[in-house]
């Protein structure tokens, strides 16, 4: 194996830019739906409660925190899993948008569920992105390493001579 292939071109600034603008935007519309429900303005407030809303919260932040690291890692060591990692982002925002609208057109009593589950499911989307972005980058890596080595012929015709 040779390690003298060319080091991948970092994805460019922007991108990653604009795709931890779009995780942070994300993140940004689902506090706004849980502050809309009331969640963080219901009357009398206990230790109970408060810890409750804080670790709930915390909880439905925690994907887009992961998603946000998966770009960051994107970015710094697995460069060439950029499109990846933008096509996980573009999931990660559609997902959560069409589950809110979802949620706030819903009537059923248990749609508040929808705070339980979603993180679960955006994980699922971070690890997925994550993967993808390793797997695409190792391949790329390997079919740039393939292109640059000298081509002896087939292996068999050289173990003959």
Do not use: I
Not at 19 to 28: H, Y
Not at 66 to 87: D, I, K, N, S, Y
């Amino acid at each position: 194996m040779s390690t003298d292939a060319a080091p991948p071109t970092r994805p460019p600034r922007r991108l990653t830019q604009g795709l931890l603008l779009v995780v942070a935007l994300t993140a940004a519309g689902l506090l706004a739906v849980m502050v809309w429900t009331g969640m963080w303005t219901q009357g009398a407030w206990s230790a109970g409660s408060l810890l409750f809303s804080v670790g709930l919260t915390a909880f439905n932040l925690a994907p887009f925190a992961a998603m946000a690291a998966v770009v960051v890692l994107v970015a710094r060591v697995l460069q060439r899993g950029a499109p990846a990692a933008a096509l996980g982002v573009v999931a990660l925002a559609a997902l959560t948008a069409v589950l809110l609208v979802s949620f706030v057109t819903s009537e059923s009593s248990t749609a508040g569920l929808l705070f339980l589950f979603l993180p679960v499911y955006l994980g699922l989307v971070a690890l997925v992105t994550l993967a993808l972005a390793a797997v695409l980058h190792r391949v790329l890596q390997r079919r740039a390493q393939r292109r640059e080595a000298p081509d002896d012929g087939p292996p068999h015709e050289a173990a003959r001579a």
